[in-house]
């Protein structure tokens, strides 16, 4: 498992690669997507982030083309940053499912506004 967390950047371009290649462009209206409109990568980030997954090994360019004058490249998951990937949702899934025991710890002990009030997977109140 990896040791230290994936910046917040890195994390949204691997999953919006996960399901299929993409384009920078399309990435980043996917990362919108993902976030519920929260998080748009700049252009910058994004390059900055995807060069740095190519030198790591977690992208590769799928396809090159031109269009309009200007080159399109679309990256795809490699093996590796698939597995980087589960094992980054792993880590996620169990620091939430820490905060919950804890907060359901506080509850039941009369703690706190939301008493009473279980957290759905979605991170909504039921």
Same mark, same amino acid.
């Given at each position: ?30 990362v ?11 252009t ?27 080159? @399109? !490249?679309?990256?795809?998951?490699? $093996? /590796? #940053? %698939? ?6 949702? &792993? =880590? ?8 919950? @025991? !804890?907060?359901?710890?506080?509850? $039941? /002990? #009369? %703690? ?6 279980? &957290? =759905? ?6």
């Amino acid at each position: 498992m990896t040791e230290r967390q994936l910046p917040e950047p890195t994390r949204l371009v691997l999953t919006a690669l996960a399901d299929e290649p993409r384009h920078g462009y399309a990435i980043v209206q996917e990362v919108l997507a993902i976030t519920g409109g929260r998080t748009r990568l700049l252009t910058g980030t994004l390059y900055t982030a995807l060069d740095r997954l190519l030198q790591q090994g977690l992208v590769e360019v799928r396809h090159e083309e031109v269009v309009s004058g200007r080159l @399109r !490249r679309t990256f795809a998951l490699t $093996g /590796r #940053g %698939r597995d980087t990937l589960a094992e980054e949702t &792993l =880590r996620l899934r169990a620091g939430a499912a820490e905060a919950e @025991r !804890r907060l359901a710890v506080g509850r $039941g /002990r #009369g %703690r706190g506004r939301g008493r009473g009030t279980a &957290l =759905r997977p979605d991170g909504a109140t039921a």
